[in-house]
């Protein structure tokens, strides 16, 4: 019997951890979003090193006191207003539990005008996809 109630309790809590996409889930909803083909190789890599292609994930705390939210870990000081009403600039204009989410449109759109305004270097982890990167082709 606690067998099944822990079963059922975790049931219910999978929900509120978010989703774990894999590579060519990811390149196909962002392709659906918009997102250029030509860029979905670069994206799929950050989100692999940043989250493990997991949306509902928050970063541990930054030096600066800041966290990194969703599958692309997108930072709560510059990006989107934390839950505690610590200060933000929130240039996403959306609430950082909105990176959270099953729906990546948020932490897309997001990412992209970040990536629009600092590049692809905005990203710690793009030492690692700066380079050759496999074909998504076979996503499709």
């Known amino acids: 019997m606690k067998f099944f ?4 309790a975790l049931a219910f809590a999978a929900p509120a ?10 390149a ?6 918009g997102v250029p083909r030509d860029q979905l190789n670069k994206w799929t890599c950050i989100a692999e090193h940043e989250s493990s292609y997991r949306t509902g994930v928050v970063g ?3 030096s600066n006191g800041s966290n990194d939210y969703g599958i692309f870990q997108i930072n709560n000081y510059y990006w989107c207003q934390p839950a505690n009403g610590r200060f933000s ?4 204009s959306l609430s950082c539990n909105a990176l959270l989410t099953d729906d990546i449109t ?3 759109r997001c990412a992209q005008k970040i990536q629009g305004q600092q ?6 982890t793009w030492k690692y996809c700066n380079g050759a990167l496999p074909s998504i082709n076979d996503c499709f």
């Open 5 to 8: 109630i822990v079963l059922l």
């Open 17 to 26: 951890l978010g989703r774990t996409m894999d590579r060519c889930s990811l």
């Open 28 to 33: 196909r909803e962002m392709s659906n979003l």
């Open 60 to 62: 541990p705390e930054n």
């Open 89 to 92: 600039y929130n240039e996403c």
């Open 106 to 108: 948020n932490s897309v």
């Open 119 to 124: 590049g692809w270097t905005a990203w710690s």
